[in-house]
C-alpha cells in the first residue's frame, strides 16, 4: 500500500504542478488577448471617426430657391436635408425637394447612399394643371449600374429599366456631393453619368454670382459637354447659390433663404 500510494503521487505530482501553471498561462493568455481586442477596438474606433468627418450641412437645412426663366422669376423651390433615415432596412441621407410654378407643382423624396451621395430611390408626385396627379419612381442599383423607372400614373406606361457603364447620379445629390468634397478633389475633372445623359464636371475658377444674399465669391462649376453649370460659395459649407440648365427652356434657381434651426437667413 505504501508503495502503491507512493508510486500514485510520483505519477500525479506533475499533473498537480502543471495544473496551476497552465491555469494561470491560460489566464494571462487570455487578459493579453482581451487588452490586444481593446487596443484594436479603440483604433477601429478612431480610424473611423477620422473617415467620417462632419458633414458641411446640418439636418433640417433648407435652401429656398427662386427660379427663372432668363429675367422673369417663374416660381419657387425647397431644397432640404432631412438628415439620416431608415429607409427599406438601409441607413440613408433623405433630401426633399420642392418645386412650385404657375400650374406646376412636384414633389421629390430623395433617398440617397451615405458614402457617395449616389441616388437609392427618388419618388416624384407631380401635379399639373388640367392632368391627373403623377407619380413616378425611380429605383437605383449602383452594384449592377441600373436604374428602373416607374411611371404610375400612366396606366399605359410599363417600368423602364436603363442600364449605364458605371454608377448612376443624380443632379441634386452631385451638389450635396461637391459639398463634402476637399478643393484638391473639386479641381480635377469628374466623369459623370445620370439616366439618360453623360458628362464631365470641370471646375471653371471662381467668379462674383449675386443671390437673394447679396454678392459673393462662388466656385463655377460646369458640364462638358454643356449640360448645365452650378455655383457654390467659396467657403466650408459650399452652399448651392446657383443652379442653371442649358437646354431649350434655360431655367435657372437662386438662392434666396437658408434656413437653419428653424431660422432664416436672407436678403432682406
Known sequence: MYRA??????????IDILRPMCYNNIMRSAKIFITITVILSCACAG???AFEAPLPFEEGEEL????????MKLGVSK???NGQKTFEGRDLYHI???TDVPGFEDTEEIYAHKETFLPFRISRKIKRIGCLPQKIDETYDQETCSVTINDKGNIFSRPQTIQKECPI???LLLTYYYRTMSHEECSRKKSISLPKADFDI???GKEKVSSGLGEEMAYVFSGEPSKFTFWLSADDKKIPIKISGHNVFGYSFV??????GGRAEDGE
Open 5 to 14: 500510494g507512493r508510486m500514485s503521487a510520483v505519477l500525479t505530482w506533475p
Open 47 to 49: 480610424i473611423a471617426a
Open 64 to 71: 429656398i430657391y427662386d427660379i427663372y426663366y432668363k429675367q
Open 79 to 81: 431644397l432640404k436635408f
Open 96 to 98: 426633399t425637394f420642392y
Open 169 to 171: 447620379y443624380n443632379p
Open 202 to 204: 470641370v471646375l471653371k
Open 255 to 260: 438662392l434666396n433663404t437658408i434656413k437653419r
